[in-house]
């Protein structure tokens, strides 16, 4: 009866359904952009694993760089990407259900490696970007200052100082080992986080405002990869590897 008591407006605004925001485009095409990379990045792994091209993948200074700006642009985007949705306020169910989604992507990604490659990945860029997203939210609405100097103190803390203690299984994801563990694709705290603290900084220093503006057929096909990069980063590496896997067998007997 409470209910039916107050005012028209503000029963509808009660139980309508909160309204997604507007996506700022050139976000989308930076994630786009990405996930393209990526792609290259993980054919040119395939091609090399299944011994068709001799490219230094996994060794060269150059191709290490890559991978590495890959990693880090997801993780910096990840930062602004939480400014742009929770500035004006946490929204979290529509955070928690990304961040579930995120989560139980990186379990399907563990599982998958520890059958499909001869080391599983612990913690890799989504397992990264499920806890980065996590620690990242009250650095939100924290001043700016206090944002930056912790991304300087994460980013350096792995150069300063390590510890054997974090060789065991339970210290992957804070990379403070002095040797790091043997998998394809890992992206710990330290000093990973730094990227996604940086994004922060970014947001919250940028005018994120949607801007109606017609982005041509090549941007605006790229910002919709973006919008569906989390699908896609799921799906593109068991579509190649496995078309891979099926030609060698193929033409190897």
């Given at each position: 009866m409470a209910l039916l008591s107050r005012p028209l407006s503000a029963r509808v605004s009660a139980s309508a359904p909160v309204s997604p925001r507007p996506r700022l485009l050139w976000l989308d095409a930076a994630r786009g952009v990405a996930i393209l990379a990526m792609i290259a990045y993980h054919f040119s792994f395939d091609l090399y694993y299944f011994g068709y091209v001799d490219w230094p993948v996994t060794s060269a200074p150059g191709w290490r760089a890559f991978a590495a700006s890959i990693a880090s642009t997801f993780l910096f985007l990840v930062g602004v990407s939480l400014v742009a949705a929770h500035r004006d306020g946490i929204r979290f169910r529509p955070f928690l259900r990304r961040l579930a989604w995120v989560a139980a992507g990186?379990?399907?990604?563990?599982?998958?490696?520890?059958?499909?490659?001869?080391?599983?990945?612990?913690?890799?860029?989504?397992?990264?970007?499920?806890?980065?997203?996590?620690?990242?939210?009250?650095?939100?609405?924290?001043?700016?200052?206090?944002?930056?100097?912790?991304?300087?103190?994460?980013?350096?803390?792995?150069?300063?100082?390590?510890?054997?203690?974090?060789?065991?299984?339970?210290?992957?994801?804070?990379?403070?080992?002095?040797?790091?563990?043997?998998?394809?694709?890992?992206?710990?705290?330290?000093?990973?986080?730094?990227?996604?603290?940086?994004?922060?900084?970014?947001?919250?220093?940028?005018?994120?405002?949607?801007?109606?503006?017609?982005?041509?057929?090549?941007?605006?096909?790229i910002a919709r990869l973006g919008r569906w990069s989390f699908p896609i980063y799921l799906l593109h590496q068991p579509v190649l590897f496995g078309a891979l896997l099926a030609i060698a067998m193929l033409t190897r007997g």
């Open positions: 990186a379990a399907v990604v563990t599982l998958g490696t520890a059958f499909a490659m001869p080391v599983p990945i612990y913690f890799g860029i989504l397992h990264a970007i499920a806890l980065f997203s996590l620690m990242a939210l009250p650095f939100v609405r924290a001043p700016v200052v206090v944002t930056a100097v912790a991304a300087a103190a994460v980013f350096a803390l792995p150069f300063l100082w390590r510890d054997a203690m974090f060789a065991a299984p339970w210290g992957y994801p804070f990379g403070l080992a002095p040797q790091m563990p043997v998998t394809f694709d890992y992206e710990p705290i330290f000093p990973w986080f730094a990227s996604t603290l940086l994004g922060v900084v970014t947001g919250r220093l940028l005018t994120l405002t949607p801007r109606a503006a017609d982005a041509g057929p090549v941007w605006g096909f």
